[in-house]
């Protein structure tokens, strides 16, 4: 049988063969002597394989970095190019490091590293955050539904969480709805809502909100089914209620969770100088809370009876999402009661009495 030679032996590692033939063929080459049969010949060979960073995948390398007492951060938010941490007390003295790591092992689809500073407390629901890693641009396109959105997530509120709420809510409204979003951000269930309903006037009393709202329609060619208005959630009610408007509002959405509940007493009169004929044109209103009560659902139904100082009979509480242990995000939907819509002020009812 003719011998082979070393690098014939080598080509032949790359032949298929069963684990038993190869034993066999590994015996026979190792022991130097001839071929018992025309199998097959392979060459065991001793080598040393160095693994780069680039072989290692995110959380290996952050195992192998940080200190063992450290939990590693499993996974982060994405907003466009941006990768937003979460980082806990005792992972901000390596948070440079961490994000360093985030950035290499996601790039380019992540391009911008940042970090949470404070929890959300300022009026226009921003975020305070630290740019950690990557370029310094928090202006960023995000794709949500199939629906391209500009932020800057320095000067405007943007949750990616919501948008199986935002589709949830949208996919209740129908062609012939006109919407009114009293607290709307840059649009993302406006321009949802713009693209299946017939008219939305949409309001936010941050400007750079309404700016960046503005581009969004541009840029989702929306213009001719949009309104945007920059001004405090009551004053819009009562101005978009008390004008007669080329489309009657059939639906409202009230997306401040803290705080809405307190804006509905806006809605106590606003009919008052309409016929009471006019009933059918009351609006549905969509408002959202949080509850950290036993029955979240009891607890946000009292908060809107008593702020609308009024039973409100047919209503419909959804959970939305936990956003901590035992809070719930809540959204109610329910018909503006005829009886708050054309309430008269007390003073109007006392004027008549003294007349
Ligand atoms: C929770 S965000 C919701 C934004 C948007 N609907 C979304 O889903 O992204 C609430 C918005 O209400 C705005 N806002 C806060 N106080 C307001 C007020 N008094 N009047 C009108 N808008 C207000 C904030 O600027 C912020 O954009």
Redesign the pocket.
Known sequence: MKSLSISEKRASIYCSIGVTSAQRVCTAVLKGGDMPCKLPVCELIQCQLTLFYNYWHMNEVLETLLPESIVVPTGFETVGHIAHLNLGEEQLPYKKLIAQVVLDKNWPKIQTVVNKIDAIQN???TMQLEILAGNHSLVTTVVENGIKFLVDLAK????SR?ATE?QRLVRSFTSSDVVC?????????TISAAKKVKYVYA????PH?VEYLERNVVLNKLDRKIEAFN????R?IESLFSSQRSYPITQV?M???N?AVE?LDAFRGIFRRRARADSCSLPRIHIYGFSKALNPEFDFHERINMALCETVIDIKIYRVRLVAPGKWMLCASFILPKNVAFEQPSWEGEAKEQV
């Open positions: 009026d226009y629901r405007v509120y943007w949750n919501l935002r979003d009293v607290f709307s951000g840059v649009g993302p269930i309001n936010d009393l941050n909100a001004m405090d959630g009551r819009f959405i997306n401040l969770p705080e804006f």
